[in-house]
C-alpha cells in the first residue's frame, strides 16, 4: 500500500528538511560517479533513490530503505547498474554493516533484493522489526541461508530498541504510518550513530509531536 501522492508530498518535505538538518554532507550516487570517500569523523550521507540512503563514516556504512526492487510509476528507483551492485554487494555497497527497513511496503523493502545482499556479504546484518522479519521468513526461498543473520527488533512507542551487534549503534523507534488504510501498517524510525553524530530516517511516519516526544 502506497500514501495518496499529497501524503507522500508532505512526508518528502518533512523528510528532506531532517535530511538537511542532521546530515553533514550528502551525495548522489550515479551508475558514472564514483562515490567520495569518507574520514573517521566525516560522515557522508548517499542518496540512491525514493526514500533509500547510505550513510557512511569511516570503515561503517549503513544501508537505510535502500534494497527495493519497485518502479512504480511516480517514484524514484534505482537505475540497473547501482542495483545490481546493491544486490550483489558490490562496491561501494560491499562493506554493509546493517541494511535497515522502516517497513514493508515494495518502494522500501524487497524481500528478494535484501536476501541477495545477504547471501553476498555474510558480515551485513539486516536491523528492522516483526513485520518485515515475517516477511523474510515467508517469502525469502533463501530463509535459512540469511535467518542468522536477521535481528527483529519491538520498541515500544516509550523507548526504543538499542542494535549494537553490527558495529554500529542503531535505535530502532515506533513511529506511526497513519491511520485508514496504513493502521496495520507499522513503521519503524532509525537513529543511526555514526562520526559523533545522529542521524534520523522516519521512513513513512506521520509526522504528529506524540509520534517523536520520547525520542
Ligand atoms: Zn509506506
Not at 166 to 185: C, D, N, P, Q, W
Request: aromatic share 6%; charged share 20%; glycine share 6%.
Amino acid at each position: 500500500m502506497l500514501a495518496t501522492s499529497n501524503q507522500r508530498w508532505l512526508m518528502s518535505v518533512v523528510w528532506v528538511s531532517l535530511i538537511q538538518i542532521l546530515f553533514v554532507s550528502a551525495t548522489h550516487v550515479t551508475a558514472e560517479e564514483p562515490m567520495q570517500s569518507s574520514t573517521d569523523t566525516e560522515v557522508i550521507i548517499t542518496y540512491l533513490a525514493n526514500e533509500g540512503i547510505m550513510v557512511s563514516s569511516g570503515d561503517k556504512h549503513v544501508l537505510v530503505d535502500a534494497l527495493f526492487r519497485s518502479r512504480i510509476p511516480g517514484y524514484d528507483h534505482h537505475d540497473k547498474d547501482i542495483q545490481t551492485k546493491l544486490e550483489s554487494a558490490k562496491e561501494p555497497f560491499d562493506k554493509i554493516n546493517a541494511i535497515l527497513v522502516t517497513h514493508y511496503h515494495a518502494d522500501h523493502f524487497s524481500v528478494d533484493a535484501v536476501t541477495q545482499h545477504l547471501i553476498n556479504n555474510h558480515n551485513t546484518l539486516l536491523v528492522t522489526f516483526e513485520q518485515v522479519a515475517e516477511r523474510m521468513q515467508e517469502n525469502s526461498s533463501d530463509y535459512e541461508k540469511v535467518k542468522a543473520q536477521i535481528r527483529s527488533h519491538v520498541p515500544t512507542t516509550d523507548a526504543a530498541s538499542i542494535d549494537e551487534s553490527s558495529g554500529v549503534r542503531i535505535e530502532v523507534i515506533k513511529l506511526s504510518h497513519g491511520g485508514g488504510r496504513f493502521a496495520e501498517t507499522r513503521n519503524m524510525g532509525f537513529i543511526i550513530h555514526l562520526g559523533g553524530k545522529r542521524i534520523l530516517h522516519i521512513g513513512d511516519s506521520q509526522i504528529s509531536k506524540a509520534c517523536f516526544v520520547n525520542h
